[in-house]
């Protein structure tokens, strides 16, 4: 937010609509108005994918266009209602933000170094508490002619060893109807009021005095499953029987039997990137934020945890794939492991390596024993 509000005075500053001498409610007006159209190109930004076929094969284009979208944290296209769900909001709603961010808007910001400088100079003389990382972006954007969000090394196998395969729409919005849970069940992450208001489309009866038609259209809404198309059902990962040689990736994951959802995860890849961009700069910071991704894409089923923690090796983060790569998710949390085994164990299950153990292969033997004897 610090960022586009910067970005917002550059712009107004340089299209004269406000000046030094403007009192300064008027120019902060200016500025809220202007953040707040921001706000909603960002939110009401989709991608849309121009599907071609060829030898039996569908493929994307990637192009993006604007329009409505049904992703998971999206809140609809109120301000006041995006900026609750960014300070306010659950896991999934804040997590959103940067996420549409990296796709247009902050891209088209950093491609241009100079444009960004007075940006970083705006951020600068506010106290903002971090800055741009300019030599960063000097390196990627200038010296080196790349993206902005360009992909780090493990991210970009996916893409350049043809480690996923595209869905087709017809298939997608199938896996909608048949997979996505109703807008009313109960969730880890359960819908706040602005997401089931967005989703429905309605009002919610127990928030407004509302007609009893509005209200039955209002819970027959909530009984339709949830439009949120998640990243596996974008992509599925490839195996190593369709290629024509093993890849490593995949023979790493297919021995331990890792879940595979969609790849190697891209976004976690542009999410610490645009950390490193806005102040992240510490191992610590990094980590941080691949947990947060951790909670929310693996919960929406855009990736699987082995999916993300490989993409956030290409920053410097720890990773090595098997079945106790859960102690290196939060190093820093010295109780997170027994947090996440209480949390295993209050949902009927255990932690990965468990299954591997000695105690359980024999007392399934016991069980299995047991149930071949004769009454």
């Not at 705006?122 to 508490?129: C, E, H, I, S, T």
């Not at 919005?173 to 880890?188: L, V």
């Not at 976004?267 to 980590?287: C, P, V």
Request: charge should be negative; glycine fraction near 6%; proline fraction near 5%.
């Amino acid at each position: 937010m610090h960022f586009i509000e910067a970005y917002a005075e550059v712009q107004l500053e340089a299209e004269g609509r406000i000046t030094e001498t403007m009192p300064e409610n008027m120019k902060k007006d200016e500025i809220t108005k202007r953040v707040n159209g921001h706000l909603v190109d960002i939110f009401s930004e989709t991608k849309q994918t121009a599907e071609t076929t060829a030898n039996g094969k569908t493929t994307a284009t990637g192009a993006v266009q604007k329009g409505i979208s049904h992703e998971a944290g999206n809140v609809g296209m109120s301000p006041l209602t995006i900026r609750k769900a960014i300070t306010e909001g659950n896991l999934r709603e804040k997590m959103y933000f940067p996420y549409k961010t990296t796709w247009d808007f902050t891209h088209a910001i950093l491609k241009d170094y100079s444009l960004t400088e007075k940006v970083n100079q705006k951020l600068q003389d506010k106290g903002a508490g971090f800055e741009v990382n300019m030599a960063m972006l000097k390196e990627v954007v200038v010296e080196n002619n790349l993206p902005p969000y360009y992909y780090t090394e493990y991210a970009n196998s996916t893409r350049n060893d043809g480690l996923r395969a595209f869905v087709p729409q017809q298939e997608r919005e199938k896996m909608i109807q048949e997979k996505n849970n109703p807008i009313n069940s109960e969730r880890r992450i359960d819908l706040s009021e602005r997401e089931k208001r967005h989703a429905v489309g309605e009002l919610s009866p127990s928030t407004t005095n509302m007609p009893e038609a509005m209200k039955q259209n209002y819970e027959k809404g909530e009984q339709e499953p949830v439009k949120w198309t998640p990243g596996s059902y974008w992509y599925r990962p490839t195996t190593n029987s369709e290629k024509t040689s093993p890849h490593e990736y995949l023979t790493a994951t297919e021995n331990i039997s890792a879940p595979a959802t969609a790849g190697i995860s891209g976004t976690l890849d542009q999410i610490l990137t645009m950390g490193l961009y806005f102040g992240m700069d510490s191992k610590a910071e990094l980590e941080q934020g691949r947990l947060a991704c951790l909670g929310w894409m693996v919960d929406a089923q855009d990736h699987s945890v082995n999916e993300i923690m490989t993409a956030s090796k290409g920053f410097g983060l720890e990773y090595k794939m098997g079945a106790d790569s859960y102690t290196q998710i939060y190093p820093q949390d010295e109780n997170f492991v027994e947090k996440l085994k209480e949390s295993q164990i209050k949902r009927g299950s255990d932690l990965p390596d468990h299954f591997l153990s000695q105690e359980w292969v024999e007392k399934k033997a016991a069980e299995m024993n047991s149930s071949k004897k004769v009454p």
